[in-house]
């Protein structure tokens, strides 16, 4: 497993832009497929975006297909995913997530999950 750290989360007016940072430390972070999930209260956790392990390949959720991007940096060892005109219906925690599977946005598929960061969005 390898243990992740997500960062960037804030308050941010509707329209705004944030960059959500995820900066993986142990094994060999470049083998892993990484996703991002949020989960609002009240909601289950959601996926939103994930990467394959070499960047190759991304799935978006429909819900933020054309504002939201992910990318990695295995240098740095981080997965990015940039979030634009974002929306209230944005408010979550965003968790990151890996897993040695080929890329996936089912939640029980992935192994190492990172604390979450909150997004808030007002209106």
């Known amino acids: 497993q390898v243990q992740l750290v997500e960062s960037g989360g804030g308050l941010v007016q509707a329209g705004g832009s944030l960059r959500l940072s995820c900066a993986a430390s142990g094994r060999v972070f470049s083998s892993y497929t990484t996703g991002w999930f949020r989960q609002a209260p009240g909601k289950e956790r959601e996926f939103v975006a994930a990467i394959s392990r070499g960047g190759g390949t991304t799935s978006y959720a429909d819900f933020v297909k054309g504002r939201f991007a992910i990318s990695r940096d295995d240098a740095k060892k981080t997965v990015y995913l940039q979030m634009n005109n974002l929306k209230p219906e944005d408010t979550a925690v965003y968790y990151c997530?890996?897993?040695?599977?080929?890329?996936?946005?089912?939640?029980?598929?992935?192994?190492?999950w990172g604390q979450g960061t909150q997004v808030t969005v007002s209106s």
């Open positions: 997530a890996a897993t040695v599977k080929f890329i996936t946005g089912r939640p029980y598929e992935y192994d190492s």
